[in-house]
């Protein structure tokens, strides 16, 4: 395998770049609904604090069906 001035084959960077491409369209992919921790990480906050601030009534946490479903595996925060 031929390697570039910086020691890596062409599949290692093209490996590499896979992976970055894959971490921006994570990153950037919009949902309807986040998690705590997503809208923690996004925030730059822990996902306990967006639950207290929907606790303590600083954000609009959901209601209803859905809602109910949603917290029994953590709170979730819509993108609007």
Partial sequence: MI????G???????NRIEALLSSLIERETVKD????AEVGRILGKSGYTVR???RL????????????A?????????RS
Avoid: F, K, M, V
């Fill in 3 to 6: 390697a570039g001035e910086d």
């Fill in 70 to 78: 949603s917290r029994r595996n953590g709170w979730s925060a819509t």
């Fill in 52 to 54: 207290e601030w929907a």
């Fill in 33 to 36: 609904w986040y998690s705590t």
């Fill in 8 to 14: 890596n084959t062409i599949e290692q960077r093209l």
């Fill in 57 to 68: 009534g600083e954000s609009g946490p959901p209601s209803g069906p859905a809602a109910t």
